[in-house]
Nanobody, 128 residues
Framework: QVQLVESGGGSVQAGGSLRLSCAAS????????IGWFRQAPGKEREGVAA????????IYADSVKGRFTISRDSAKNTVYLQMNNLKPEDTAMYYC?????????????????????WGQGTQVTVSS
């Protein structure tokens, strides 16, 4: 059974923090990669962070390095995205995705939107 359910979005002021959660079914949690993506109105979907099965490898977009942290909790089949020092440009709908289907030419490849399964998204709004 495929299931990805995001939660934790909301409205914060610049400099604030949010933690997003992606609750996965056992099947999807075992995917090779689980990633977080975001899409702002009028913009393309952007890969933000990804984590490999087992949690040993994490990948980040340059725009969030040092501010966002992706992690996973196997006891809860959940992947988290801790977002600190949020900026107005982080405003977007955030999605988690599982089962990367593209070629892993380099670790950053996992930030490309070539995933089989997607959640419905959770809105993050950062005001200045």
């Amino acid at each position: 059974q495929v299931q990805l359910v995001e939660s934790g979005g909301g409205s914060v002021q610049a400099g604030g923090s949010l933690r997003l959660s992606c609750a996965a079914s056992e099947y999807t949690y075992k995917s090779n990669f689980i990633g977080w993506f975001r899409q702002a109105p009028g913009k393309e979907r952007e890969g933000v962070a990804a984590i490999m099965r087992g949690g040993g490898t994490t990948i980040y977009a340059d725009s969030v390095k040092g501010r966002f942290t992706i992690s996973r909790d196997s006891a809860k089949n959940t992947v988290y995205l801790q977002m600190n020092n949020l900026k107005p440009e982080d405003t977007a709908m955030y999605y988690c995705a599982a089962d990367f289907t593209g070629p892993v030419i380099r670790w950053q490849s996992a930030l490309e939107a070539q995933y089989n399964y997607w959640g419905q998204g959770t809105q993050v709004t950062v005001s200045s």
